[in-house]
């Protein structure tokens, strides 16, 4: 938009015009308003100021309908300090009188260049979170709530993070999450999964090796990490000396792969886990304090999934919706399934129901609806033990109400005259509650 009551601005308009640039062109501080009102504007040329029009102020409501948006001002020799300050304000250049039609083309190819990157960068990151961010973090405790705050707050910060849980409780995902919503999210992130790798090959696999050939060698993973994150799964079985030279390389920014080498500079972000009680390991001296101190800085503790019954059911949907998608099915899960998930204990957390959707999934007929009979029977037969029925905090009313209800009905072996008079209500009221239940109302 060429916001301008000059005629010497003809010329210009006729200009960008010629080089293939739609261009409207006001003469008021209203028709411009107007303009910006119906229409999404890349660019902005503008006197500073005029007798029916004020640049800057165009600017600034500009940027509220796009933010990206950038301006070109049109000056006098006497504005050039005043255009100069506008500069950090989303001014890109300015022109005095005569333009300089060709810079004029140029800076608007850059701003479109800039502009075009900017939408990419965008898309990539929105797909990024979509796949990987906060989004990936499935449940609806409160637990969870605390641990998306927390990882909101933590995920751009330059500090490292140590997170500990049990086996399966989506240590690596925490891991993944806080390098994707991090400044270093286009740079890698390494993985070492230091259970996996023999000991005597874990100093070659962190700091690097020689190889053949004067002055040549491989790169270990601080290296390759150098300006990314560093992953290391299961930090605890590090061997103490490796645990103290990896707190040497944090303090220092260097690692110094050879004697006789120059040092390499290396400034990872780590993001460490553990199963294991790593205070303890301090305490016993199995682990190193120095290092434990420096993973310090954040720690992030995951609860069982036994810990937090409200989400099994929503991760139970979740992972069959994946699950489904890859054998191209349409499945579901009845609600007596989904009460026999919720009484299991899962040793091994989400990963153990993970791999059970999938399982089902996989032998589930298209359009079917998976039951509690399908279920494998370790998990069909851990109901509560009988005459006693746990209910998790974070429960809604109306939920704690069902499960009440259908655990006497199958205490008193069907008898729903019986299970009435126990729970002191109405048969009539009963029979209402079991067929709403059944039709698939109430809330999980």
């Given at each position: 938009?060429?916001?301008?009551?000059?005629?010497?601005?003809?010329?210009?308009?006729?200009?960008?015009?010629?080089?293939?640039?739609?261009?409207?062109?006001?003469?008021?501080?209203?028709?411009?308003?107007?303009?910006?009102?119906?229409?999404?504007?890349?660019?902005?040329?503008?006197?500073?100021?005029?007798?029916?029009?004020?640049?800057?102020?165009?600017?600034?409501?500009?940027?509220?309908?796009?933010?990206?948006?950038?301006?070109?001002?049109?000056?006098?020799?006497?504005?050039?300090?005043?255009?100069?300050?506008?500069?950090?304000?989303?001014?890109?250049?300015?022109?005095?009188?005569?333009?300089?039609?060709?810079?004029?083309?140029?800076?608007?190819?850059?701003?479109?260049?800039?502009?075009?990157?900017?939408?990419?960068?965008?898309?990539?990151?929105?797909?990024?979170?979509?796949?990987?961010?906060?989004?990936?973090?499935?449940?609806?405790?409160?637990?969870?709530?605390?641990?998306?705050?927390?990882?909101?707050?933590?995920?751009?910060?330059?500090?490292?993070?140590?997170?500990?849980?049990?086996?399966?409780?989506?240590?690596?995902?925490?891991?993944?999450?806080?390098?994707?919503?991090?400044?270093?999210?286009?740079?890698?992130?390494?993985?070492?999964?230091?259970?996996?790798?023999?000991?005597?090959?874990?100093?070659?696999?962190?700091?690097?090796?020689?190889?053949?050939?004067?002055?040549?060698?491989?790169?270990?993973?601080?290296?390759?990490?150098?300006e990314g994150t560093l992953y290391l799964s299961e930090i605890g079985a590090l061997p103490r000396e490796v645990q103290s030279r990896i707190a040497d390389?944090?303090?220092?920014?260097?690692?110094?792969?050879?004697?006789?080498?120059?040092?390499v500079e290396v400034r990872p972000r780590v993001v460490a886990s553990s199963r294991s009680d790593l205070a303890g390991g301090v305490e016993q001296g199995?682990?190193?304090?120095?290092?434990?101190?420096?993973?310090?800085?954040?720690?992030?503790?995951?609860?069982?999934?036994?810990?937090?019954?409200?989400?099994?059911?929503?991760?139970?949907?979740?992972?069959?919706?994946?699950?489904?998608?890859?054998?191209?099915?349409?499945?579901?899960?009845?609600?007596?399934?989904?009460?026999?998930?919720?009484?299991?204990?899962?040793?091994?957390?989400?990963?153990?129901?993970?791999?059970?959707?999938?399982?089902?999934?996989?032998?589930?007929?298209?359009?079917?609806?998976?039951?509690?009979?399908?279920?494998?029977?370790?998990?069909?037969?851990?109901?509560?033990?009988?005459?006693?029925?746990?209910?998790?905090?974070?429960?809604?009313?109306?939920?704690?109400?069902?499960?009440?209800?259908?655990?006497?009905?199958?205490?008193?072996?069907?008898?729903?005259?019986?299970?009435?008079?126990?729970?002191?209500?109405?048969?009539?009221?009963?029979?209402?509650?079991?067929?709403?239940?059944?039709?698939?109302?109430?809330?999980?």
């Amino acid at each position: 938009m060429v916001a301008h009551d000059a005629p010497e601005t003809r010329r210009l308009r006729a200009s960008l015009e010629a080089g293939g640039r739609a261009v409207v062109w006001v003469q008021s501080r209203e028709a411009a308003i107007n303009v910006l009102d119906s229409t999404v504007v890349d660019a902005l040329i503008t006197r500073l100021r005029a007798r029916r029009i004020r640049g800057m102020a165009l600017l600034e409501l500009a940027r509220k309908r796009n933010p990206d948006v950038g301006a070109i001002l049109l000056i006098t020799p006497d504005e050039v300090e005043q255009a100069t300050r506008a500069m950090r304000r989303g001014v890109i250049d300015f022109q005095t009188v005569p333009f300089n039609l060709e810079k004029i083309a140029a800076v608007l190819d850059r701003l479109e260049e800039r502009q075009r990157l900017a939408a990419e960068f965008s898309r990539l990151s929105q797909r990024l979170d979509h796949e990987f961010g906060f989004p990936n973090l499935v449940g609806n405790s409160s637990a969870m709530a605390r641990l998306r705050a927390h990882l909101k707050e933590i995920a751009p910060l330059e500090v490292h993070v140590l997170v500990h849980g049990e086996e399966g409780v989506g240590k690596r995902t925490i891991a993944r999450t806080l390098h994707l919503n991090s400044p270093r999210r286009n740079a890698p992130l390494v993985e070492v999964d230091c259970a996996v790798i023999p000991p005597r090959q874990l100093p070659r696999e962190l700091f690097g090796v020689p190889s053949p050939g004067p002055g040549r060698r491989r790169p270990g993973r601080l290296e390759v990490a150098a300006e990314g994150t560093l992953y290391l799964s299961e930090i605890g079985a590090l061997p103490r000396e490796v645990q103290s030279r990896i707190a040497d390389t944090l303090r220092t920014g260097q690692i110094r792969p050879e004697i006789d080498a120059p040092p390499v500079e290396v400034r990872p972000r780590v993001v460490a886990s553990s199963r294991s009680d790593l205070a303890g390991g301090v305490e016993q001296g199995r682990f190193d304090e120095g290092l434990f101190t420096l993973l310090g800085e954040s720690r992030i503790e995951i609860p069982p999934l036994r810990h937090r019954r409200r989400d099994i059911p929503v991760l139970a949907r979740h992972f069959l919706a994946e699950a489904a998608q890859e054998v191209n099915r349409t499945l579901s899960l009845s609600r007596a399934a989904l009460d026999s998930l919720s009484d299991y204990e899962w040793p091994g957390n989400c990963r153990e129901l993970k791999g059970v959707i999938a399982e089902l999934a996989a032998s589930t007929p298209a359009g079917a609806t998976i039951g509690s009979d399908d279920l494998p029977t370790g998990i069909r037969d851990s109901r509560p033990r009988e005459g006693f029925l746990g209910v998790p905090l974070g429960t809604s009313l109306p939920e704690a109400e069902r499960r009440l209800i259908l655990e006497t009905v199958h205490l008193c072996g069907g008898n729903r005259e019986k299970a009435a008079a126990i729970l002191g209500i109405g048969v009539r009221t009963l029979y209402r509650k079991l067929r709403s239940y059944a039709a698939g109302e109430g809330t999980t």
